[in-house]
């Protein structure tokens, strides 16, 4: 059986657009990706909510992934595929880090994965959906217009990260959109998610 962890924010996590809380277990791209790929597949889902790459928030504290991600792989090891998708929330404006920084950000976390003994997994960056420009009129206060503009950076940024640290990548804005909370994806999109992974993952632990 090929184990795979996904590492990521909210929208790992399963966040709902339409309303507070979380989408029903089948409804979440980790488990309809599972479903997919079969039994001889288990994703494993380490979503946290506010979670950001290297980032301090002073507001959600303990959210920040360089901190989590030792314990995670400690308890979920020997892994196959560690797939990687943060970035959204180092875009709020109490950090002020531009696009460049928040990809290395990810390198740390890279880095940090690689030095793990967990069974030398393969590595999958996926850069985030986009943020929605109108997510300054939300109710998450911590995001601004500028928030969408770096978004809007994520994919070609991440993908030149992905290309140096000699690691996968896809991007979810492709497939996925976020809904009516400007921030996270649609159920739909979940489904959208899934499916398009299903053959990269595949591709990858071939």
């Not at 980790?30 to 889902?45: A, M, R, W």
């Not at 995001?143 to 992905?162: G, M, P, Q, Y």
């Amino acid at each position: 059986m090929k184990h795979i962890l996904c590492f990521g924010d909210s929208n790992t996590f399963g966040s709902k657009t339409e309303s507070i809380g979380r989408y029903d277990y089948a409804d979440r791209w980790t488990i309809k990706l599972n479903k997919l790929l079969g039994e001889d597949f288990h994703i494993i889902e380490e979503g946290l909510g506010g979670r950001t790459t290297v980032f301090d928030d002073p507001f959600e504290p303990g959210k920040r992934g360089l901190d989590d991600i030792d314990n995670i792989l400690d308890s979920h090891k020997p892994l196959d595929l560690v797939i990687v998708m943060l970035g959204t929330n180092d875009t709020k404006q109490v950090f002020n880090a531009s696009v460049k920084s928040i990809a290395y950000g990810l390198e740390v976390i890279i880095e940090r994965i690689r030095a793990h003994e967990c069974g030398e997994p393969e590595i999958l960056i996926i850069s985030p959906i986009l943020i929605a420009e109108d997510v300054e009129n939300s109710r998450f206060v911590s995001f601004d217009k500028s928030s969408h503009f770096k978004s809007l950076e994520f994919a070609s940024c991440f993908e030149k990260t992905a290309k140096k640290m000699d690691t996968f990548f896809f991007d979810a804005a492709m497939v996925a959109h976020c809904g009516s909370d400007s921030l996270h994806m649609t159920k739909e999109s979940h489904d959208s998610l899934a499916k398009a992974l299903l053959p990269v993952v595949k591709d990858i632990l071939s």
